[in-house]
């Protein structure tokens, strides 16, 4: 029983599918007017330099996906990935892939980020092809492209990472009048009124009387009312 039961371990951790690989393959730099250049790689073999993509240009990868035991499964993931060295910005390209492995991939100039292009510029090309599982997936250097550049270079990204202090200068709390200031300007305001009052009352002493009777009577007579 214990021997069945470490075979069945062994038959689960054992690998799903083989590693991936490729054969066939090529790349293509053409235009409307046909094709310019044409270049071939493999797993052993990137490209033998340096291939310049014009601004009307097409690369067309093409290469026939197989397994290492010679298999036709399809791989849930295939694309080429194109990436800057010198920054390590990178964009991905998924391929269109058949069901005999043929597969292809069609990168138009117009379709690289801005953010990659720059005055001479090599661009490094990768293949990658996986799957779900445990088998390992392949990655293969391609080599590098050029793209023609004409224009301003991006600027270089921001980057997570330690930035100036920032100084936060708060307001002071708000200050009050303090209870002795009040004090004297309250008693300052009720004395002012009483001299106010005096001096009228010492220069217009009839107008006074007369206001006050008059208030006294109108008192007087809302009270009967």
Same mark, same amino acid.
Do not use: M, Q
């Given at each position: 029983m214990r021997f069945f039961q470490l075979l069945a371990a062994a038959g689960l951790a054992a690998p799903l599918v083989s590693a991936w690989t490729f054969k066939d393959a090529s790349l293509s730099i053409t235009e409307k007017a046909g094709t310019l250049q044409t270049e071939s790689f493999s797993t052993s073999k990137? %490209?033998?330099?340096? +291939?310049? =993509?014009?601004? &009307? *240009? &097409?690369?067309r990868f093409r290469f026939v996906i197989e397994s290492e035991e010679g298999g036709r499964s399809i791989p849930h993931q295939t694309y080429i990935q194109i990436s800057d060295p010198s920054t390590g910005l990178e964009t991905s390209f998924p391929a269109d892939v058949r069901d005999n492995g043929r597969s292809r991939v069609d990168i138009e100039y117009k379709l690289i980020p801005k953010a990659l292009l720059g005055p001479d510029k090599p661009l490094l090309c990768k293949l990658i092809i996986g799957s779900f599982g445990t088998e390992e997936s392949l990655i293969a250097e391609i080599g590098t492209i050029v793209p023609q550049f004409k224009g301003e270079p991006s600027p270089s990204p921001l980057r997570f990472g330690p930035r100036p202090e920032i100084i936060h200068i708060f307001k002071s709390d708000p200050r009050y009048i303090s209870e002795s200031v009040a004090s004297i300007v309250s008693f300052s305001v009720v004395a002012l009124g009483v001299l106010l009052l005096g001096v009228v009352s010492i220069?217009?002493?009839?107008? =006074?009387?007369?206001? +006050? *009777? &008059?208030?006294?009577? %109108? =008192?007087?007579?809302?009270?009967?009312?």
């Open positions: 990137k %490209l033998a330099e340096a +291939v310049s =993509l014009p601004i &009307t *240009a &097409t690369a220069r217009y002493p009839d107008n =006074l009387i007369c206001c +006050v *009777a &008059t208030n006294n009577h %109108l =008192l007087s007579g809302s009270i009967w009312a």
